[in-house]
């Protein structure tokens, strides 16, 4: 029964999250807010919200270790899984505004994220709120910026949703709702339980198969991106969503709910944050060295062998 309520609370999470992406830019048309701000932000934390949820129902359901195992895993996992696999795919060129602005702002959440944790194991919501203003600083310095740094934003947008009518953004509305609430209340319950049965601990569930879950949207468009050779638009994503799940999904969780280390799960401190803080570091590398401004198959290959071992090492 536990795999059911998993399968089918991370189903309920992608239909969910589609609907309210499509009713959130529909809505935003009808409030004559520009396509490049919707691109910016309607459309991300829409995207993010199915990981909000999951995150939310844990801290309230005292499970904090889903509530942080959620994030750390699936940021790891967009790197190592979704990009590894993506540049496997088809090599990806990348823009050098990646490392001018995009990467230095993971790098500043994720390391914010681990002080606030390694100082009194707690994500307060003074912690959160600090989380949740960095981020509405950098869309504001990211919206003013050129917009050929923001294109991927802008073809995200579906301006034939321009022209839906106000019933079908209170039914899109409503069943995104419904799909998030129902989807996030039946992948914690069952991630609980799948723990239990295998006798691993929740937080191992969160880290790999829950992180894995709600990684599957961007797995989706990035693998889809690479095989139409839209090469610019998958890094650019997956970094975004990588800054959206700390800043938004955690900042947040916390401001609502504050978030405690559980002390029976050391490795949140002592290993698994250090390998999400790994691979974002391990980019600018990556891109630079040997062939500059591309991520080749072979780096894919390895960014998706790294991945592969940190699962190995979470499930032991």
């Known amino acids: 029964m536990s795999v059911f309520y998993v399968v089918t609370g991370l189903a309920l999470l992608v239909i969910g999250g589609d609907f ?3 009713a959130s830019v529909g809505l935003s048309f009808k409030l004559k807010i520009s396509k490049l701000v919707i691109g910016m932000t309607v459309v991300s934390f829409a995207t993010s919200a199915p990981e909000l949820l999951v995150s939310l129902q844990a801290a309230l359901d005292g499970v904090t270790d889903i509530a942080l195992g959620n994030v750390i895993g699936s940021n790891i996992a967009n790197i190592g899984l979704v990009l590894g696999i993506t540049a496997i795919i088809s090599p990806l060129a990348v823009d050098r505004d990646f490392y001018r602005l995009n990467w230095p702002m993971m790098m500043l959440v994720s390391f914010a994220l681990y002080y606030f944790l390694k100082n009194d194991e707690l994500l307060s919501a003074l912690d959160g709120g600090i989380l949740f203003a960095a981020l509405i600083v950098f ?3 990211l919206i003013r910026n050129s917009r050929k740094s923001i294109k991927a934003n802008l073809d995200e947008v579906d301006d034939a949703l321009a022209e839906v009518s ?3 953004i209170v039914a899109w509305l409503l069943i995104g709702a419904a799909g998030l609430y129902f989807g996030s209340e039946w992948l914690v319950k069952g991630a609980k339980q799948l723990a239990s049965a295998v006798g691993v601990s929740d937080y191992a569930i969160s880290v790999t198969v829950i992180a894995i879950g709600t990684s599957v949207p961007e797995l989706a468009a990035s693998v889809i991106a690479a095989l139409k050779r839209e090469k610019a638009i998958s890094l ?3 970094i975004g969503s990588n800054i959206f799940n700390i800043a938004s999904v955690l900042g947040l969780t916390a401001i609502i709910k504050p978030i405690a280390v559980n002390p029976k799960t050391p490795e949140i401190l002592s290993t698994n944050i250090f390998w999400m803080i790994g691979f974002a570091a391990i980019l600018v590398p990556l891109i630079l060295v ?5 991520i080749d198959r072979l780096k894919g290959m390895l960014l998706f062998g ?3 071992i940190f699962i190995f090492l979470a499930l032991k």
Do not use: C, Q, S
């Open 236 to 238: 650019g994503n997956l």
């Open 306 to 308: 790294a991945y592969m």
């Open 139 to 141: 869309l504001v310095i």
């Open 166 to 168: 106000n019933f079908k």
């Open 20 to 22: 309210l992406v499509r």
């Open 290 to 294: 040997p062939k500059r401004f591309e």
